[in-house]
């Protein structure tokens, strides 16, 4: 199939990041970091794919520096917003990562115009075979990509269910962008794929923002408050670890 789809795609997550940049430098709203690291999310996915199936190093490392950074700030981000929707949120700990946020956003804005010249020279490298692999390869890729994520899952360990959640994001990413009629023939249930995404999402928020938490010092005493966060984590996790044990994605 003669489509040079893998360019315009990344591409485009490459324009909607430099848009992201720009708009964030602007107003610094959390869902333009949050767009731009799904973008950089899904450049890392088909560079994984091109990598495999067309049997050339394919690296997309040069953004690493930029999705680490937004991500720091994200984390934060997401932690509040978690505590403020928890009955009786604590007010000190909020403002104090709100402080944390303000350092981080000021050190990031700085780093636009390093942030957009790593851009610019990731463009001018972008390049991919015309063609897209054969329909046998790219499902081949995608089931294999099950198969380890399901690997992840025979340890039941906190990390193991995140790089699952990882894995299967991927399949995701990657089936999302191919032709709606090879998607058809692929046969990969997207849906029931997306409402796991959306538990294991709360899940690791919810997560996420207890191992943040954690690091602050000044939670000592607070660490009844945490102590309940970390009971409904539990529970959460118990909980997914179940339901995927009873019901494996096909």
Do not use: C
């Amino acid at each position: 199939m003669k489509n040079p789809i893998l360019k315009s795609y990344i591409l485009k997550r490459l324009d909607a990041i430099d848009q992201g940049l720009s708009d964030f430098a602007n107003e610094n709203k959390p869902e333009f970091l949050h767009r731009l690291r799904v973008d950089i999310k899904k450049i890392k996915a088909v560079y994984s794919f091109a990598d495999k199936v067309y049997k050339e190093k394919y690296n997309a490392s040069n953004l690493k520096t930029l999705f680490h950074d937004a991500g720091e700030i994200r984390q934060i981000q997401v932690s509040i917003e978690l505590l403020r929707t928890k009955s009786t949120p604590p007010k000190g700990l909020i403002f104090k990562l709100k402080k944390n946020e303000q350092v981080l956003i000021h050190q990031f804005i700085k780093k636009y115009p390093r942030y957009i010249k790593t851009l610019k020279k990731f463009r001018t490298n972008v390049h991919f075979p015309e063609r897209l692999p054969d329909k046998k390869d790219i499902r081949k890729f995608l089931l294999n990509e099950r198969a380890k994520a399901n690997q992840e899952i025979k340890i039941m360990s906190r990390t193991r269910l995140h790089r699952y959640r990882i894995r299967m994001k991927k399949i995701m990413y990657l089936f999302n962008l191919l032709p709606e009629r090879m998607q058809r023939s692929l046969d990969i249930d997207h849906l029931s794929i997306d409402r796991l995404q959306a538990k294991m999402g709360k899940w690791h928020d919810l997560h996420s923002a207890i191992e943040l938490i954690a690091q602050e010092q000044a939670l000592k005493v607070n660490q009844p408050y945490l102590n309940k966060l970390k009971q409904e984590e539990l529970k959460q996790f118990n909980a997914m670890f179940k339901f995927l044990s009873r019901k494996r994605i096909e």
